[in-house]
């Protein structure tokens, strides 16, 4: 199946200098935004607390549920809308600074909040979907470690693929990595989602798929390097991105065909890692060509003469 007719000579690398203008301010936004934010919203998984999901047969305002909760007095506490519906909500305290596991007693804070909520609505208060406790003290480790192996994970592709191929580029595809990981996370971060354990399966997901598109690049640039001897290495690293673009088109489409389907028909629970994966596979496809690609020609004293 051949998307782009063979021949096709597009001349991505003439804009390789708008696009390093376009990646480094979508990454000094990302830092901006990360400073003005203070980080990701994390969810309780990495936090630490408790979450009650609650749905209704005949549904309140979010400030209805905010003013009834209130006599409760547990500190911290949020309510948040979940799903479409708007029939479902996220209730979420903050827990001790002790590890008290899962196990909850009738003074726990969420027995608190559903026997309130059953107390003033009554039969309108559907049996409680989920509950979920984690001490502060876990979270942290889950959130320390979770971060540290989508860094890991960057790093070591990076270092395979210098190692496989050439180190210009293992470091053109490292630098891409981290490009895309931090686009994804402000992404993730001006969409106020969570950041959670499926979250980082996704962030995981998204190097490996970056990865691999940038491995079938340079793969084919190694190859025409063999066959295009007397060519300058930006003819060959040219040819190369043409003759993979239908390849691109194709897998990327169709992975993108079956994301949009997960986000909007999915429902709230897998949305957040949808997302994810639709923004880190666009910039991991962007990314293995004007990212990568120019960072190897920079390398070899090519892109500086150009």
């Not at 203008?21 to 309780?44: E, K, M, N, P, W």
């Not at 690293?237 to 990327?252: D, F, K, V």
């Not at 169709?254 to 949808?274: E, K, Q």
Request: with cysteine; net charge negative; charged share 20%.
């Amino acid at each position: 199946m051949e998307l782009i007719r063979p021949g096709t000579d597009i001349d991505f690398l003439r804009y390789s200098k708008i696009a390093a203008v376009f990646s480094s301010l979508l990454v000094l936004i990302g830092l901006a935004t990360f400073f003005v934010r203070g980080g990701l919203t994390y969810g309780v998984d990495f936090a630490g607390g408790t979450i009650v999901h609650v749905k209704f047969s005949d549904p309140p305002t979010i400030a209805e549920v905010r003013q009834v909760l209130s006599a409760t007095a547990i500190q911290d506490l949020s309510v948040q809308d979940f799903g479409l519906s708007g029939d479902e909500f996220l209730i979420r305290m903050a827990e001790p600074e002790t590890d008290i596991g899962t196990d909850e007693d009738q003074t726990s804070p969420s027995v608190q909040v559903q026997d309130t909520l059953k107390e003033y609505y009554g039969e309108r208060l559907l049996p409680v979907q989920r509950v979920e406790t984690v001490g502060p003290k876990v979270g942290r480790n889950l959130r320390t470690r979770g971060i540290l192996s989508v860094l890991f994970a960057a790093l070591v592709m990076g270092t395979y693929i210098a190692f496989r191929f050439q180190l210009s580029f293992g470091v053109g595809a490292a630098v891409a990595l981290f490009h895309d990981v931090l686009i994804t996370a402000t992404a993730l971060l001006l969409m106020d989602v969570e950041f959670d354990l499926p979250i980082v399966a996704a962030f995981l997901t998204v190097i490996g798929y970056s990865v691999n598109d940038t491995v079938v690049v340079c793969d084919r640039i190694r190859e025409n390097q063999r066959k295009m001897r007397r060519e300058t290495l930006a003819t060959i690293i040219q040819r190369s991105i043409n003759e993979m673009l239908s390849r691109t088109l194709i897998t990327s489409g169709t992975t993108l065909m079956v994301l949009l389907a997960l986000y909007f028909l999915g429902g709230s629970v897998i949305n957040g890692f949808a997302f994810v994966l639709l923004v880190g596979f666009t910039i991991g496809t962007y990314s293995s060509i004007y990212v990568a690609s120019p960072i190897v020609l920079l390398w070899s004293g090519e892109g500086r003469r150009r």
